[in-house]
């Protein structure tokens, strides 16, 4: 079998190309180890940045996104007992992010991808890149106990962290950066109505705490844990008192309680590979870059990088054109980068690490302190939470020259 680009994996970025390709009349065929029920039930993100939703526009799956999804145009910032708002509409000159969960959109595109009679191969195993540094790479796999093999001109690697792709690429041609850090989430699913109607960020000598949504009904709560701690020893009444204790007075009385929905522990890293790009094998995603959730930015920049994906694969099909595959690495690493910085200074601020002590909770609270007082301080958190440009003719107004 033939086709034009194969693309490994369908989360996010995997099921979003593939859409955005066959917007283009680009052929395309999606390999997914797992079942399309499997991949719907991890609960991930939750907040899409403007850009994001404006690429579900482009793929012709915004709609329910922009129906259903809750603009939030500020967040809370909770230290000393004491919530603050930030005005991120205010301070990034009109802005603002769509609560709308990682589900949610993922269903919207496999529909979509249903729909379009594209093909999806779930249950693929052993999926083997071949000649990706040539002309004609093929990728082979075995489903159904039957071996296969696909014949394309690029290979889309979206197989998140654990993926196959990034470990095709020769070691001596990667360089990878990394840190992982001493804690990780635990997070609560209920259909409880959320505390607030904005996001609270809560720093407190006992950890750090999220308060997030998916509507109206449905709460999702984060805190933070121990690295190693198993889910198993989180009773939901414990994780409740554990939240009320880091909470405001008010907030703590307001909480409503219910029995979890869902509950796991996820650990926090930064990591990036460079480059994101092996000959005609394009890494996107979470297979090429891992953020902590604290930004909210992994599936945002996932987004991204297919959002250059796309353009430069639709410029070689349409122009002939090998500017953007050429510079396809460079131009999502500039953006992922900002990212990871964002995402490890917000994480360093909100978090309380083992080995801070109370000089370390002092430096926190003042550094919060001057946030929320400063115009120039919370402008920059609010433009970086919003989501910063991309520089793409496709996501940013039509028309405008592509910058490598
Ligand atoms: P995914 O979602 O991991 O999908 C990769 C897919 O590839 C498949 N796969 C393979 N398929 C075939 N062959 C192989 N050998 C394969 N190996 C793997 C996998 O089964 C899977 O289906 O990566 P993708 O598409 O790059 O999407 C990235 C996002 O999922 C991730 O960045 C976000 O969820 C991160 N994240 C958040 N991002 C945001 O932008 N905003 C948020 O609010 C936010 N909150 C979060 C988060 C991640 C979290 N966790 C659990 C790490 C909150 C949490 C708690
Ligand atoms: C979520 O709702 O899952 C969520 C929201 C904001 C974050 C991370 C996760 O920063």
Known sequence: MRTQVVIIGAGPAGLLLGQLLHTAGIDNVILERKTGDYVLGRIRAGVLEQTTLDLLDIAGVGSRARAEGLPHEGIELLFQGARHRIDLHALSGGRRVTVYGQTEVTRDLMEARKAAGLATFYEAEDVRLEGTDGNSP????????????LRCDFVAGCDGFHGVARQSIPGSVL???????????????????????????????????????????????????????????????????ELRARLDPEARDRLVVGPSLEKSIAPLRSFVTEPMRFGRLFLAGDAAHIVPPTGAKGLNLAASDVGFLFEALADHYREHSSAGIDFYSQRCLQRVWRAVRFSWWFTSLMHRFPDAGEFGQKIQEAELDYLISSQAASTSLAENYVG?????????????????
């Open 138 to 149: 093929t990728v082979h796999f075995t489903r159904g106990g039957g071996a296969q093999t």
């Open 175 to 241: 360089q990878t950066y990394e840190r992982a850090y001493p804690f990780g989430w635990l997070g609560v699913l209920a259909d409880t109505p959320p505390v607030s109607h904005e996001l609270i960020y809560a720093n407190t000598p006992r950890g750090f705490a999220l308060c997030s949504m998916r509507s109206e009904t449905r709460s999702r709560y984060y805190l933070q844990v121990p690295v190693g701690e198993r889910v198993e020893s989180w009773s939901d009444e414990a994780f409740w008192t």
């Open 388 to 404: 910063l440009p991309m520089n793409t003719r496709y996501a940013d107004g039509a028309g405008a020259p592509m910058r490598p």
